[in-house]
């Protein structure tokens, strides 16, 4: 058994590749952790990536990464469309493999006490890891962006009540893995697909943890949706509610996609409950012996 | 990727645990192989455990187990009920992940031909190995047993025509991984499982690369299957076909067991078929980006 923590850093910059392969570098400086999936986008004018390993490592990947936005990014000169508070702008930690939520909440604690203390920078904890209610949003914690913040700073749950003069502010927290799932479906007639998602979403009354929207793709109807708890509701479930209304609808699936990454748990949960393999458990795949 | 390997050596000796713990540990000398499942029969006079790892450290392992062997067991003096023609009676190799199975044929030539010359000892091909066809069914190479061999040994793949004095012979070859996998039905009627396994099993004309037995366990019916390769009968296959037949029969599915290991790619290549996730690819596993 061993604890596997996933940590999706994102930092406002997302033009200039230098400063963002240095950003990248650094969370690769900690050899023992896994830095992969960097993703950049120049209108957001944002850069995230993930990074896998156990809680100590994670943490001290993600902190260098950090502190390199710190030296490398200026907030006052930073423009783009994504909401943001800081150089750092949002640092979520996800269990992955036999670690609890509660572990990953003391993780972002454990990161948030760090940062204000030898970088200076005042942060707030969201989702999992909020103190207030209200802070569970992301939204809420960013209202007003780095911009407001430097005006009139709300009371942080780490740090001073003063925003760090070049690296704002950073929002730090512990939530569940997402998983994004797609359906497509055998016709070329998007309300299918819009019929069917407003049905097994749980916003509508169907399926609890699902979100689910209608898309046309490539020319067929697709059900793109995100599992927030895949311990709730796990990718075989959500394929057989979707496979029911399309037979009643008389349509079939062509196929399905699972968007990403995705952790070995939501596949072992997937055989037990679909074959019936009570006791089953993960520790029976030969690769993981080998891994551990 | 990596290539990953299986081995399980079978040595003939199931009694002192010290001999026992000597061949285990020689194994176990190569630091970057996982050795484990070690069994042993008294019955039989016989043990066996497992080595995972990449191809040559897999070699390597299990060179040192079998010469540990040589030194420590004396053919003249084993008696047990299971058949067997040497100290380290049988050596297969089996493809895990990302190898081929001529990749493995080629490992075990590699390793009996280091036997013959290094240890002295004669070694015969079977399996996918064998050089002869009727050299690919075990029990034809077993055939008279040591006792047979001391006295007229056939024409082995690597070595002498002399039978070794102490250590005897040794089988190699490779094989594909089998997975041991049984559905237990809602009825304590015996029959019904044997009337399903009959429909179901290769030989009858069922599923192919499935083999199948009905059993009374803890009262009730059992479904008990050699599944010899999964890439053309996979667990979640049979499960279905099972279905079927349970359906026309009127009887429920308890559940099911997967007995022992599994290779990665068998829960893959599961949730694929099962789910029409086309795309799929053991890559898409967070641990596996950490443990490679």
Redesign the interface.
Known sequence: MQK?V?CVPNFSEGKDLKIINHIFDAAKSIKS??V?ELEYNTSHNRCLFTI??SPDDVLNSVFEAIKKATELIDMNKHQGEHPRIGATDVVPFVP??DITMKECVKLSKKLGEKIATELKIPVFLYEASATKPENRNLANVRKGEYERLKIKMNKPDYGSNKIHPTAGAIVIGARKYLIAYNVNLDTTDVNVAKQIAKKIREKDGGLKAVKALGFKVDGFAQISMNLIDYEVTN??MA?REIEKETKKLGVG??????Y?????ES??K??KN???????KSE?????????
Chains 1, 2 share one sequence.
């Open positions: 596997i996933e952790v896994r992969f896998v390993g992955v493999s990718f075989d394929y699936i062509i196929n399905s996609e699972i990403g990454m995705i952790p070995l596949l072992v997937t055989v679909t074959f019936k393999v009570d006791s089953f029976q795949i030969l690769e993981k012996k080998l891994w551990e």
